[in-house]
């Protein structure tokens, strides 16, 4: 069966906050990585990094609400749309009752094969949420 959503309670570290005793806005696209492997190997499992070949060309965030070292926080990542040769996964960083979102972000990946571009494989595109 496939899970076309992959949901993770996230582990915030020391390292992660800055001066302002946050979580710095560079450290969620580490927090989004996290939620693209884990939605990959979720439905795989023989799962190798050399098995998807991708690219991030673009990435939005919206940061909505500060996030602190000791927020319980649950990243939930899904594809919400397939291209030719691009998909794009939706990321969102919610408390664990998921009263309050911390940010909002899309990234767009382009699957590549030897350094050009080639069509989405099929079992992305079976992940595209409904």
């Not at 767009?108 to 030897?114: E, S, T």
Request: one cysteine or more; a neutral charge; glycine letters at 6%.
């Amino acid at each position: 069966m496939i899970r076309k959503v992959h949901e993770i309670k996230l582990q915030l570290r020391y390292r992660d906050i800055d001066s302002l005793g946050h979580v710095n806005n560079a450290v969620f696209l580490s927090y989004f990585e996290i939620g693209r492997i884990g939605l990959f190997r979720l439905n795989s499992d023989d799962y190798r990094v050399d098995s998807i070949n991708f690219v991030i060309a673009h990435m939005e965030i919206d940061f909505l609400k500060t996030l602190h070292l000791f927020d319980d926080v649950i990243l939930r990542t899904r594809i919400v749309k397939v291209g030719r040769t691009s998909f794009t996964f939706d990321h969102i960083i919610l408390s664990e009752q998921g009263k309050d979102v911390y940010c909002h972000g899309t990234a767009v990946a382009v699957a590549m094969k030897d350094g050009s571009k080639v069509p989405v494989p099929q079992f992305i595109k079976d992940l595209l949420a409904d």
